[in-house]
């Protein structure tokens, strides 16, 4: 009996990228070959020359960049590489520990008990985890928390929350922390704990599977820490 040949995927159109998602790319290229570190400035005429573009493009690829946690703005025109010293990582935490457990309180205030953003983002950070995955698992980790913030249907507590996690998990891809470092399913597992006692209802459960993952978190990211500049 003769096979068939396969048949060939159908021809899709390549998705078109923006002038300011190729710039991003590159920034982050440059900051995954190490040519810019945490802590250095970034000067938009500078890297406009650079790159060839104009200015507001640069200028709209570091609100990108910023978004994602890349870049940080310490006043007027100031823009660096993200750096957190241990202390800026722990005080982070320490307010993240409390916003996250009020997002849980306020899930089950609305009587949500499944969450189809944070279940994929856990999937995926299972597949991860198995696979060594690094930049996956961190995305994959950043919206699982993504999706319990916007179920707890409170905008400002997002909003928040979005000004100030995307950081950490920012500066730790620019210190090239492996988070297979630390034991990744272990990690996912407790994710899926939360989910699981959301869907039971158990939120003294919940908060505090999510309270140790993020005291765990915050003591492995403090190993990373960038010194404090004068």
């Not at 007027?76 to 722990?90: E, M, Q, V």
Request: aromatic share 4%; glycine share 6%.
């Amino acid at each position: 009996m003769t096979n068939l040949p396969a048949t060939p995927p159908a021809l899709t159109e390549l998705p078109r990228k923006s002038l300011k998602e190729r710039v991003v790319e590159q920034i982050c290229s440059a900051i995954a070959r190490g040519e810019l570190r945490a802590g250095d400035r970034v000067i938009e005429i500078t890297l406009a020359r650079k790159l060839g573009v104009s200015q507001p493009t640069i200028r709209e690829a570091l609100i990108e960049l910023e978004h994602r946690g890349f870049v940080e703005r310490r006043g007027p025109r100031k823009t660096f590489i993200t750096a957190l010293s241990s202390g800026d990582i722990r005080d982070l935490y320490v307010v993240r520990v409390q916003l996250e457990a009020l997002v849980i309180e306020l899930i089950l205030a609305r009587h949500i008990t499944e969450i189809p953003q944070s279940q994929a983002s856990y999937e995926r950070m299972m597949t991860a985890a198995k696979a060594g995955g690094a930049e996956e698992f961190y995305h994959a980790d950043l919206e699982f928390h993504k999706g319990l913030w916007a179920a707890s249907g409170n905008r400002a507590l997002a909003d928040i929350l979005e000004r100030l996690v995307p950081k950490l998990f920012g500066f730790i891809q620019i210190q090239k922390a492996d988070p297979m470092r630390d034991n990744p399913l272990m990690t996912a597992e407790q994710h899926r704990k939360i989910l699981e006692s959301i869907r039971s209802g158990d939120a003294a459960m919940a908060q505090a599977t999510m309270r140790d993952s993020l005291r765990r978190a915050m003591l492995e990211d403090s190993k990373f820490s960038a010194p404090l500049q004068a």
